[in-house]
Nanobody, 126 residues
Framework: QVQLVESGGGSVQAGGSLRLSCAAS????????MGWFRQAPGKEREKVAA???????GYADSVKGRYTISKDNVKVTLLLQMNDLKPEDAAMYYC????????????????????WGQGTQVTVSS
């Protein structure tokens, strides 16, 4: 079992930046793939970015070139740097984790994530 707590959300104007953090606790000795998802009101949850144990990353087309996912294995923290934010990026952002036995995952976004945080809200004004 692993617990995930997101932070770093807030309000920003279009073109601005935010950095989200996800702190993992619990059974963090296991090996996890991690990712970020988002859900806007009235819309389905969508994949944003993910990273495997090796550091291989995957991004949704809508955020490529603007978002960067990274992780600190010592602090067991997942980060999401979001630049050039657009109004359509506004959503509740969720951190997710899954136990990954493989060191390398070709498509980290396709991992079946089983642990979820409570979310952090991102608002982008035009």
């Amino acid at each position: 079992q692993v617990q995930l707590v997101e932070s770093g959300g807030g309000s920003v104007q279009a073109g601005g930046s935010l950095r989200l953090s996800c702190a993992a606790s619990g059974d963090t000795g296991s090996s996890y793939c991690m990712g970020w998802f988002r859900q806007a009101p009235g819309k389905e949850r969508e994949k944003v970015a993910a990273i495997d144990r090796r550091g291989t990353t995957g991004y949704a087309d809508s955020v490529k070139g603007r978002y960067t996912i990274s992780k600190d294995n010592v602090k067991v923290t997942l980060l999401l740097q979001m630049n050039d934010l657009k109004p359509e990026d506004a959503a509740m952002y969720y951190c997710a984790a899954a136990s990954c036995s493989q060191w390398y995952i070709r498509a980290p976004l396709d991992v079946d994530f089983t642990y979820w945080g409570q979310g952090t809200q991102v608002t982008v004004s035009s």
